[in-house]
Every structure is written in C-alpha cells, then in structure tokens.
C-alpha cells in the first residue's frame, strides 16, 4: 500500500522559513493536501490540491509538489504557527485516503 | 457559519457497540460526501470511511481496520452523519472526526471531535 513519509521534528527559529516534506513514490502524480493542528483541536486545511491556500490562510503558506516529495513551506515563521502538520492523499482508484504520519514544527 | 458537531462519543468495553453522531448546518449536506477520521491519543490522523451523496449513490468506503466493523450512514433530512462502531477493540479508543469531503476532496471542515474510550 501506498505510504506517505514526513519527519517527526522540524525546527525553525522565528522569521524564518520552515519546510516540511512529504515523501511518496511518484507523489506529483497524486494531489497533496495540508493540515494544520494545534494541540487539542480539530486540523485546519491550510493547503489544497498541491498549492492552492484556502481562504483565511495567510500567504505566508504555500505548497508544492514534484518528483517523490510534496513540501509545505510556511514563510516568516510565527509562534502561532507551531502545530502538528500533516499531508494527505488520496491512493489508487481514488477511494481510499492516506494521511502522512506528521511532522511537529517547533518554533525555537 | 457552517458548523459540524459530533456527539456520541463515551466510554464502552470490548465488544461493544457505539454510534457517533454528526449534525451538519450552514450548508446543503446533501450535496456533500461526508468522512470520519479518527486520531488515537498522542497519534497521527488515521482515515476511517466516507460516505458518497446520495447524486453519486450514497455508498461508502472503509479503512481496512475497520472494514466489516463500522458502518457509515446518513440521513440527509436531517442532516447528520452517523458512525456506527460495532465488535469495539481497545485500539479503536481515539478521538473521532467527521469531515466534509469524500474521493478526491481536501477536507475544508470538520468537527471538534468526540472520543471514545474502550476498556475493560
């Protein structure tokens, strides 16, 4: 089955840009959403369909995706920002979904 | 403002039955595929099913941990989905999600959640 791969721990000091990956074999041929959760509350769709930001997502979030990794890259890190993120896909045949294992961005 | 609230959520045993709750407004919940993702504690977010609209059938799709066990259903006149947990094992404990979305869908809404504990 189709597994989808990010770091535990990404860390990034205030300011500046953090990078969170997710790897699959051939991902650019799937399209990749983002999540953003903070403890204790549901995730947020901060990321559509590789790159496209939601409304009310600041600028400051954008998505890409090519080869074997899609990455979310959050610009001009905040505090506020400090989250669990996960991606997500949906597998072959496009009725079963997957969920990369997620990464905690920690803003030093 | 659309709003997804679960309910149902509480403690059972091993073996036992459950069926979660999700009461939709703000939107034409008909028109929408609906899905359920759980998040066991201190875990990632895990899939459980959707449930198509009723224009594309209204049938579902399950995870394989729970396929045969959990049954997704709705009813559209009153805007609720629902979850239906059956045969519960002590790894299914978790807080669970509904969304809005199904194939294909990035899930723009969800739920605040309501867990489900299952110990003996």
């Known amino acids: 089955s189709y597994v989808l791969t990010q770091p535990p721990s990404v860390s990034v000091a205030p300011g500046k840009t953090a990078r969170i990956p997710c790897g699959g074999n051939?991902?650019?041929?799937?399209?990749v959403h983002w999540y953003q959760q903070k403890p204790g509350q549901a995730p947020v769709l901060v990321i559509s369909?590789?790159?496209d930001r939601p409304s009310g997502i600041p600028e400051r979030f954008s998505g890409s995706n090519s080869g074997n990794t899609a990455t979310l890259t959050i610009s001009r890190v905040e505090g506020g920002d400090e989250a669990d993120y996960y991606c997500?896909?949906?597998?072959?045949?496009?009725?079963?979904?997957?969920f990369g294992g997620g990464t905690k961005l920690t803003v030093l | 403002e659309a709003q997804l609230v679960e309910s149902g959520g509480g403690l059972v045993q091993p073996g036992q039955s459950l069926r979660l709750s999700c009461t939709v407004s703000?939107?034409?919940?008909?028109?929408?595929?609906m899905s359920w993702v759980r998040q066991a504690p201190g875990k990632g977010l895990e899939w459980v099913g959707f449930?198509?609209?009723?224009?594309?059938?209204?049938?579902?799709e399950y995870a394989a941990s729970v396929n045969g066990r959990f049954t997704i259903s709705r009813d559209d006149s009153k805007s609720i989905a629902y979850l239906q947990l059956t045969s519960l094992k002590t790894e299914d404990a978790a807080v669970y999600f509904c969304?809005?979305?199904?194939?294909?869908?990035?899930?723009?809404?969800w739920g605040q959640g309501t867990m489900v504990t299952v110990s003996s």
């Open positions: 449930i198509r609209s009723k224009i594309y059938g209204g049938t579902t």
């Open positions: 969304c809005r979305g199904g194939t294909g869908d990035a899930f723009d809404m």
């Open positions: 051939n991902i650019v041929s799937y399209s």
């Open positions: 703000g939107f034409n919940f008909g028109d929408y595929a």
């Open positions: 369909f590789d790159s």
């Open positions: 997500q896909l949906w597998g072959n045949y496009s009725d079963h979904l997957i």
